[in-house]
């Protein structure tokens, strides 16, 4: 078994069986938009209950995704520990940990794909001045004043929404909303998109919240750092 986590052919074929995977998935999602449309908006495991389990026959190829990730995870994490634990030597020291740290940068990645997914959420609508949507963890969205700037052809040239954040019913944020002027609480961004004007201003908004964003970053530079170290180190020994 630990030979099998250790071979880059469990690598190679887990890599092959998820671009399949992908592939089956971007050709059923369009064809099952009632099963997926919320799958980008609310928190994965409450789609993974209300409309994955339920509905097997189109969402097989995500669990399945999911296991192969899983399986990669494993081969990573084990290729790593093997490699860490054998004997180092000054002169090598960057060529053996350049690998590595390609390796837990890609570890990040994925752990800020699972931090999204599963405890952020992005949404998106419209709400008209002085109306307010419900939130998750408890909370509020609430429109106090839009107002627009425009010029002598009747074209926007400018405009912002006056909103407040209310968490179990108190107000705890109290911010104004612009072009390039989002609003943050408690890692919730708070945007505005677009105003429309049909007889009551309103507002198009969307709430976006990424727990695994700081993750994603991270993950990023050292799986810069790594492949950038390793192909320098490769083209001089070369």
Not at 25 to 39: A, L, W
Not at 106 to 118: D, M, V
Not at 153 to 175: F, H, Q
Request: hydrophobic fraction near 50%.
């Amino acid at each position: 078994m630990k030979n099998f986590f250790l071979s880059l052919k469990t690598s190679v074929w887990t890599l092959l069986g998820l671009v399949i995977l992908f592939f089956i998935g971007s050709y059923m999602m369009p064809m099952h938009r009632e099963v997926f449309s919320s799958m980008n908006e609310g928190l994965l495991f409450d789609w993974v209950r209300n409309a994955a389990v339920p509905n097997l026959r189109q969402t097989w190829w995500f669990f399945a995704a999911l296991a192969g990730l899983i399986l990669l995870t494993l081969n990573t994490l084990v290729c790593s520990l093997q490699a860490v634990r054998g004997k180092w030597s000054r002169a090598d020291f960057l060529l053996r940990i350049s690998p590595q740290v390609i390796h837990v940068g890609f570890l990040f990645i994925l752990l800020a794909h699972l931090l999204g997914a599963g405890w952020g959420y992005k949404l998106s609508g419209t709400l008209p001045e002085g109306a307010s949507a419900p939130l998750p963890e408890d909370r509020a969205l609430y429109v106090r004043n839009i107002s627009a700037s425009v010029d002598g052809s009747g074209y926007l040239t400018d405009w912002s929404a006056a909103i407040y954040v209310l968490e179990k019913g108190e107000r705890v944020k109290v911010g104004i909303l612009g072009p390039n002027q989002p609003l943050f609480y408690k890692g919730v961004g708070f945007y505005l998109k677009n105003l429309s004007n049909d007889g009551i201003p309103a507002a198009h908004l969307m709430v976006n919240k990424d727990p695994g964003a700081i993750w994603a970053l991270i993950g990023s530079i050292l799986f810069m750092l790594g492949s950038i170290t390793l192909l320098a180190l490769k083209w001089k020994k070369s």
